[in-house]
């Protein structure tokens, strides 16, 4: 475990995927030249109709039916509709006076760097070290399925783990940015029971169901931390067509169940072209194919040089070096073997 405070950080700002135009730059070639398999969205996004004009219109108003659609989705109603959970993620912080926030080397950066600007202590942990500096904690924040590996815990093990933080008015918070592919181990509604106080969920729809654009993510809670986050982010923070179109894609349970069915095979395929060039995924996350290899530098810039536009991670940055590659759709696995065989035949000649 390792500790560090404002004076001492951790790591610059978080770097994402999703930049093709910075790789453009670097690399040449435009939209058509490359396949962007850098974040974990999905590829198939919800097919949303033409927008009423009222819509854009009006100051932006969270109506009944949009509360229903929310309870037959998540389970629950008890959330905060916030402008993406990484409106969230740096609000959040400000929550609390300064304290220890328990947070994984290997997972989604943003995290740390937001409690750590806040004037926090960020312990960052290896997995196996959880159990051991739990009691240490104040907050511990985990992302379910974690980004980038795509490791699991289950709901037990979760609630677990918050009874030991809530005995001393500490805090889980669970990322499930990841999760509605199989929502199983969710922890969602156990989030608004009475006896769950500091367990903060976050989910939005941007992974699932592609529409990473609108920015619309949901704070599950006790009121108390609801209210106190709701001051914080302020009225109308959720703009009308992220609305309009969040309640649309959440009430169609046909394409949800469509979206499912496609996101497995398309990862079950792009899983198979990565082994057959030894690159073996961690996970079986649909959208999360985590590959640890050795040649890491020789690797990130022949995917590049191919037109594939993958995350690259090192052993500086999160103790590992490895590869990460979101979802494809169907239609560009063709496209995605040749290129991923050129780059590995480059990979094998230096």
Same mark, same amino acid.
């Given at each position: 475990?390792?500790?560090?405070k404002?004076?001492?950080?951790?790591?610059?700002?978080?770097?994402?995927g999703?930049?093709?135009?910075?790789?453009?730059?670097?690399?040449?070639?435009?939209?058509?030249?490359?396949?962007?398999?850098?974040?974990?969205?999905?590829?198939?996004?919800?097919?949303?109709?033409?927008?009423? /004009? =009222? #819509?854009? @219109?009006?100051?932006p *108003?969270?109506?009944?039916e949009?509360?229903? !659609? &929310?309870?037959?989705?998540?389970?629950?109603?008890?959330?905060?509709?916030?402008?993406?959970?990484?409106?969230?993620?740096?609000?959040?912080?400000?929550?609390?006076?300064?304290?220890?926030?328990?947070?994984?080397?290997?997972?989604?950066?943003?995290?740390?760097?937001?409690?750590?600007?806040?004037?926090?202590t960020?312990?960052?942990?290896?997995?196996?070290?959880i159990?051991?500096?739990?009691?240490?904690?104040?907050v511990?924040?985990?992302?379910?399925?974690?980004?980038?590996?795509?490791?699991?815990?289950?709901?037990?093990?979760?609630?677990?783990?918050?009874?030991?933080?809530?005995?001393?008015?500490?805090?889980?918070?669970?990322?499930?940015?990841?999760?509605?592919?199989?929502?199983? /181990? =969710? #922890?969602? @509604?156990?989030?608004? *029971?009475?006896?769950?106080?500091?367990?903060? !969920? &976050?989910?939005?729809?941007?992974?699932?169901?592609?529409?990473?654009?609108?920015?619309?993510?949901?704070?599950?809670?006790?009121?108390?931390?609801?209210?106190?986050?709701?001051?914080?982010?302020?009225?109308?923070?959720?703009?009308?067509?992220?609305?309009?179109a969040?309640?649309?894609?959440?009430?169609?349970?046909?394409?949800?169940?469509?979206?499912?069915?496609?996101?497995?095979q398309?990862?079950?395929?792009i899983?198979?072209?990565?082994?057959?060039?030894?690159?073996?995924?961690?996970?079986?996350?649909?959208?999360?194919?985590f590959?640890?290899?050795?040649?890491?530098?020789?690797?990130?810039?022949?995917?590049?040089?191919?037109?594939?536009?993958?995350?690259?991670?090192?052993?500086?940055?999160?103790?590992?070096?490895?590869?990460?590659?979101?979802?494809?759709?169907?239609?560009?696995?063709?496209q995605?073997?040749?290129?991923?065989?050129?780059?590995?035949?480059?990979?094998?000649?230096?």
């Amino acid at each position: 475990m390792v500790d560090f405070k404002q004076d001492r950080p951790c790591h610059a700002a978080p770097l994402h995927g999703g930049n093709l135009l910075a790789v453009q730059a670097r690399f040449g070639g435009g939209d058509a030249d490359w396949l962007d398999c850098s974040t974990g969205i999905s590829p198939y996004s919800y097919p949303l109709p033409a927008m009423p /004009e =009222s #819509v854009a @219109q009006r100051l932006p *108003q969270i109506s009944a039916e949009f509360w229903a !659609v &929310l309870e037959q989705y998540y389970g629950s109603a008890q959330c905060l509709p916030v402008a993406g959970s990484q409106a969230a993620i740096v609000a959040l912080p400000q929550l609390r006076a300064p304290c220890r926030v328990g947070v994984l080397r290997l997972s989604y950066a943003e995290h740390a760097w937001r409690w750590q600007l806040a004037g926090h202590t960020v312990c960052v942990l290896a997995r196996d070290e959880i159990d051991a500096a739990l009691d240490t904690l104040d907050v511990l924040i985990l992302v379910n399925p974690n980004n980038p590996d795509g490791h699991c815990w289950t709901a037990q093990q979760l609630l677990a783990m918050h009874a030991r933080l809530a005995a001393r008015g500490g805090w889980l918070i669970v990322d499930e940015a990841f999760i509605d592919v199989d929502a199983a /181990e =969710s #922890v969602c @509604q156990a989030a608004s *029971q009475n006896n769950r106080s500091g367990l903060i !969920v &976050l989910r939005g729809i941007g992974k699932f169901f592609g529409l990473a654009g609108l920015r619309l993510g949901f704070v599950f809670a006790d009121p108390a931390i609801l209210a106190a986050l709701a001051q914080i982010i302020g009225p109308w923070s959720v703009s009308g067509p992220a609305l309009w179109a969040g309640q649309l894609a959440l009430a169609d349970v046909a394409w949800q169940q469509l979206q499912k069915t496609r996101l497995q095979q398309a990862g079950q395929a792009i899983r198979a072209q990565l082994m057959t060039h030894g690159l073996i995924p961690s996970s079986e996350h649909p959208l999360m194919q985590f590959c640890v290899v050795d040649q890491i530098d020789q690797w990130g810039y022949a995917l590049a040089a191919n037109g594939i536009y993958a995350r690259v991670f090192n052993t500086q940055d999160v103790g590992v070096n490895a590869l990460r590659f979101g979802a494809l759709t169907l239609q560009q696995q063709a496209q995605f073997a040749q290129r991923l065989a050129r780059a590995a035949a480059q990979v094998q000649s230096t």
